[in-house]
């Protein structure tokens, strides 16, 4: 038996190699077609090709709704349970009585803790975009945060209304010393649950990469075929660029849990390839996600809170209006509404809440606001055109497939 087994994995062996053999002299024409495959699929966008990319857009979303709910069907064990669970909450929380407190309270901090960790999510998987939330949603909160608190000697801020409007506490006496600690504690549960919204978004490389090694599959995926030709390369000159993307890959590879911590703990663009690499090594999921969701939701997010506390406490906000206003020229022009804006703010914080009495809002803040919504719906068109692409990129493996067929 151990023999007629040996004698049939040999025929196996040298048919695969012949197979890579014949892969390779056809490489350049299939990189050609699958280069022009991706540029045509680029195209399709909705400021070039508006009618097609809506066309495809409903097509897939229909695709993606028959698909999640066969994933459902097949698990609906759990999801019976899931809504049998929800219903009891619902009950729980329709009858009155003295547990209405509590269910408010968790409510109030479940949704809290759910919109940061989704915008954590949006942030890292990006659809294409390269929306960063931290610096359009998270950075401002801190900001504000901070600001408010040096104004008003507290960060016990009356809620209602925080968090979404902060106002200065009438109680003289919440007054307190406010330090870096101070405010850091004050935002730490939104950080931290952006940061691990984050590091929920880095899975999707890493079950691509870990699904693809196990099946032995080759997907077509632009990062994975860029690892792919970067492993095969890894001794010949690259330049800066795909040396630090090496440099990545080995750290990652070499040193496990320690060197997925050591990217995952800096602001490191490259950090997809790190999923990737772990998926493709087979690395344990845990030792992936546990050393992401600390280095993310706990070591770089104290980092990036505390560069945004620090960058905006009163002396170092006083100091740069003082420097704008001592720009030759122009300084004194660009100094007013930034003047503007900080008594604006000020002023608004020490008002009651709900008191419209406020000064007049900003133009700084209404630009802020502009930029917020084209940000937004820069963000649904990147999704309507990444789902097109994804339905001709289904098109285009169907009609590979009918080839290899014939």
Same mark, same amino acid.
């Given at each position: 038996?151990?023999? =007629? ?7 196996? @062996?040298? !048919?695969? &190699?012949? +197979?890579?053999? =014949?892969? &390779?002299?056809?490489? %350049? ?8 495959? $991706? ?9 070039? $090709? ?20 066969? @994933? ?14 929800? *219903?009891?909450?619902?009950? &729980?929380?329709?009858?009155? /009585? ?25 942030? &890292?998987?990006? !659809? ?6 931290? !610096? ?32 200065? %506490? ?16 004050? #935002? ?32 077509? +995926? ?42 995952? *703990? ?17 690395? %344990? ?9 600390? /280095? ?9 809170? !505390? ?22 020229? #122009? ?33 700084? *803040? ?23 692409? *994804?339905?001709? @990129? ?13």
């Amino acid at each position: 038996m151990a023999a =007629n087994g040996a004698e049939c994995e040999q025929p196996q @062996k040298r !048919l695969g &190699s012949k +197979d890579k053999q =014949n892969g &390779s002299s056809t490489d %350049p024409l299939l990189r050609e077609r699958k280069q022009q495959d $991706r540029e045509e699929r680029l195209s399709i966008v909705l400021w070039k $090709r508006p009618f097609i990319t809506l066309q495809y857009f409903f097509l897939e979303t229909l695709i993606t709704l028959k698909e999640w709910t066969w @994933k459902l069907w097949r698990r609906r064990g759990v999801v019976f349970l899931t809504l049998v669970l929800f *219903s009891l909450l619902a009950m &729980s929380y329709s009858i009155e /009585g003295a547990h209405q407190t509590y269910i408010q309270h968790l409510e109030k901090k479940f949704l809290w803790c759910a919109y940061w960790v989704g915008l954590g999510i949006l942030s &890292s998987v990006g !659809l294409g975009t390269g929306l960063h939330t931290f !610096l359009l949603y998270l950075g401002p909160h801190i900001a504000s945060v901070t600001l408010a608190a040096y104004e008003c000697g507290s960060v016990n801020f009356p809620e209602p209304p925080y968090p979404a409007q902060i106002a200065c %506490p009438e109680d003289e006496a919440l007054q307190e010393s406010i330090t870096l600690w101070t405010i850091m504690s004050k #935002v730490r549960l939104e950080a931290c649950m952006w940061g691990a919204g984050t590091a929920i978004g880095e899975l999707p490389p890493y079950f691509m990469a870990r699904a693809a090694r196990l099946s032995g599959a080759d997907p077509d +995926d632009e990062d994975y075929e860029e690892f792919e030709e970067m492993l095969e390369q890894a001794q010949s000159s690259q330049d800066f660029a795909s040396r630090a993307k090496l440099a990545v890959q080995n750290m990652v590879q070499k040193v496990g849990f320690f060197g997925i911590l050591a990217c995952a *703990s800096i602001p490191n663009p490259l950090f997809d390839l790190a999923g990737i690499t772990c998926g493709h090594f087979l690395i %344990p999921f845990w030792t992936f996600f546990g050393a992401t969701l600390i /280095g993310k939701a706990i070591i770089k997010m104290h980092i990036q809170k !505390l560069f945004v506390i620090i960058t905006f406490s009163k002396h170092i906000v006083e100091q740069m209006v003082s420097l704008i206003g001592a720009i030759p020229g #122009v300084g004194a022009s660009l100094q007013k509404p930034f003047r503007e804006y900080l008594e604006a703010q000020r002023a608004k914080l020490h008002n009651p809440a709900g008191d419209s009495s406020a000064a007049g809002e900003s133009w700084l *803040s209404w630009v802020f606001e502009k930029v917020v919504l084209v940000m937004v719906f820069y963000f649904i068109l990147s999704i309507i055109n990444s789902m097109a692409q *994804s339905y001709a @990129k289904r098109l285009q493996q169907k009609k590979y497939s009918e080839e290899k067929t014939k």
